[in-house]
């Protein structure tokens, strides 16, 4: 049978995330301060906080962007919680869709690649089936352990676009069983890390995407770095767990 193609929208709410390493003396200083200041310091360079150490220890003449406070963990990715749209389409004449990317290609000058042939369809009865879970979550109590270090999370919440995933069947049903997700758990949210169908990863195309900032939020707390590399491993289809994830969720399939 023909190939057909389902294109989905995994929703308009998610954001900028990092997780990255701060100086005992910048964690001191703010870590009982209110938080809209701190993300006001982060957003300004420190500019009206003089006082304010900075937040990380190469800093010289500047501060490092909270965008690049991120040897942790860096995310621009929707929730976990969103609700995902289908649609199937049907390419135009000429066009090739590549999984590589996750995007369509043509020989002709034009972006119009394909029509659409049934309405959006949220998936409200088939909510994301995340496979497996990454935590990255700090404990202030760890403070002073040995092998743990204070870190900065920082969300920037955002509204738009955050990429589109085509699934491709040879002639099937979409079917929400086989779609899953793996997730990012952290202090400040819980967000897509990757798509999966059908034991699959999904490229992400992220032509055209655009986002509008919509709030901040900044969290400081020490994270134990042996707790991180031993929790918090995303998924690919070299993970040799990969396999254990599906089995255990083959009742839905």
């Given amino acids: ?6 294109k989905i929208d995994t929703g308009r709410y998610g954001g900028e995330t990092v997780c990255g390493e701060v100086t005992p003396e910048f964690y001191d ?24 150490p ?3 220890v190469d800093d010289e003449d500047y501060w490092t962007a909270w965008h690049e406070i991120d040897n942790f963990f860096h995310g621009n990715s929707p929730y976990a919680d969103n609700q995902y749209r289908v649609c199937e389409i049907t390419l135009k004449e000429g066009v090739t869709f590549d999984p590589e990317y996750g995007g369509f290609e043509t020989d002709n000058d034009g972006y119009d690649f394909y029509d659409e042939l049934t309405e959006w369809e949220d998936q409200v009865a088939h909510d994301y089936i995340a496979f497996a879970s990454q935590e990255l ?7 002073g352990n040995e092998g743990s270090v204070p870190v900065l999370f920082f969300h920037s919440g955002e509204k738009g676009g955050f990429g589109e995933v085509v699934v491709v069947t040879d002639g099937d049903d979409f079917n929400p069983a086989k779609f899953r997700i793996d997730v990012a758990e952290t202090d400040v949210g819980e967000f897509i890390l990757s798509y999966w169908y059908d034991k699959k990863e999904l490229a992400v195309n992220y032509d055209w995407c655009d986002t509008m900032g919509k709030s901040s939020n900044a969290y400081l707390t020490y994270l134990d770095v042996a707790d991180h590399e031993k929790w918090f491993k995303p998924m690919s289809e070299d993970t040799p767990e990969l396999e254990e994830y599906w089995e255990a969720d083959e009742d839905v399939l």
């Fill in 137 to 143: 979550y700090g404990n202030r109590d760890n403070a």
């Fill in 29 to 52: 200083y703010w870590v009982e301060q209110d938080q809209d200041e701190l993300c006001s310091a982060l957003f300004s360079d420190g500019e009206d906080h003089p006082d304010s």
């Fill in 1 to 6: 049978m023909a190939n057909r193609y389902f």
């Fill in 54 to 56: 900075k937040p990380c």
